[in-house]
């Protein structure tokens, strides 16, 4: 009877252990609590307005047109951005801090953004709500190569088990995506939009050439296709390895080169992340890429109205 007991009590400590065990890391800033506010006044041929852009980071506010860079060690950007085409400072405002009980979450939206002056420019993009580890190099001075002003992914040499957050979703209901790049006419793009989490971890490398070369260490991809509610503590495990043979693997999300992110070389050059194998189950990596992001499809293409709420980003060890 005594060893029965004994069998019972340690099954129903089990759980409670493994919760013990288990390390929980917040990604500095990560609870979406504190923002930096730069006042950024557009040019008085488009109106002259100031407008609000919004950078997690230590609680403060940027008065002027300065170009930003990461505040208080933040290791955040997002597509908040200030753009100087053609001499005209124009703003993308797509990720805002929301209230959140006594806090703060970041709302990500789709949504299209223009600019228009009689007979000197005429633009309308797509523009998608973004949040990324990395940096953002300003001014933006056009919608082509757009992608070469982000320095995605962090310096990183952990191997954590999973990624965890608080999430909400609100999906436009429509069947179909667009391509808005503010250069061509507007089209559909069939499928449709979804909100994306991406998580990569990746072993770079540096030629003489300057070129980053990059081996996939760990995955972890999500697509939220439906609006829901606030759910606490999604949790999602980061798979090492070569990850082509898993059930849950989507070619579309996590093959080799997913996302054409670029970063920025030991010359300070913005260069393709050329991710060319996948490195053995047990490697360590150099770098974090992780990017939640409002719609499906790359620059300029999603569909308005799409929203994803994110808060409390942690690791999981």
């Given at each position: ?67 930003y ?5 933040s ?35 789709t ?58 979703v609100?999906?436009?209901?429509k ?9 061509s ?22 030629d003489?050439n ?9 995955t972890?991809?999500?697509r939220y ?55 053995d ?37």
């Open positions: 009877m005594k060893i029965r007991l004994t069998a019972a009590l340690a099954f129903v400590a089990l759980p409670f252990i493994a919760q013990a065990q288990e390390k929980v890391v917040p990604l500095k800033y990560g609870n979406m609590d504190q923002w930096v506010t730069r006042k950024i006044h557009e040019s008085g041929v488009i109106g002259g307005d100031t407008k609000l852009l919004y950078e997690l980071g230590p609680t403060k506010v940027i008065e002027g047109n300065e170009a860079v990461n505040q208080g060690g290791p955040w950007g997002n597509s908040n951005v200030m753009a100087k085409v053609m001499g005209i400072v124009k703003t993308n405002t797509s990720v805002y801090p929301e209230r959140r009980g006594n806090g703060y979450c970041a709302r990500l939206e949504h299209i953004e223009s600019v228009k002056v009689l007979g000197l420019v005429n633009i309308t993009v797509l523009a998608s709500g973004s949040m990324f580890l990395g940096d953002m190099k300003e001014p933006i001075t056009g919608t082509k190569d757009g992608e070469k002003a982000l320095n995605s992914g962090v310096k990183f040499t952990s191997r954590p088990k999973a990624i965890r957050y608080d999430y909400k609100q999906m436009s209901g069947p179909n995506r667009i391509r808005q790049t503010g250069f006419r507007k089209s559909t793009v069939p499928g449709q939009d979804c909100a994306i989490m991406t998580c990569l971890l990746q072993k770079r490398t540096e003489a300057g070129n980053i070369i990059a081996k996939r260490v760990g972890a991809v999500i296709s439906k609006s829901e509610e606030w759910q606490d503590q999604a949790t999602y495990e980061i798979q090492y390895g070569n990850i082509t043979n898993a059930s849950n693997y989507e070619a579309d999300l996590m093959k080799l080169g997913v996302g054409g992110y670029y970063a920025r070389n030991s010359k300070g050059e913005s260069v393709l992340i050329q991710e060319n194998g996948w490195a189950a047990d490697e360590t990596p150099t770098h974090l890429i992780l990017q939640f992001t409002s719609s499906l499809g790359g620059a300029f293409v999603g569909s308005p109205g799409n929203k994803l709420w994110i808060d409390n980003v942690c690791l999981v060890y």
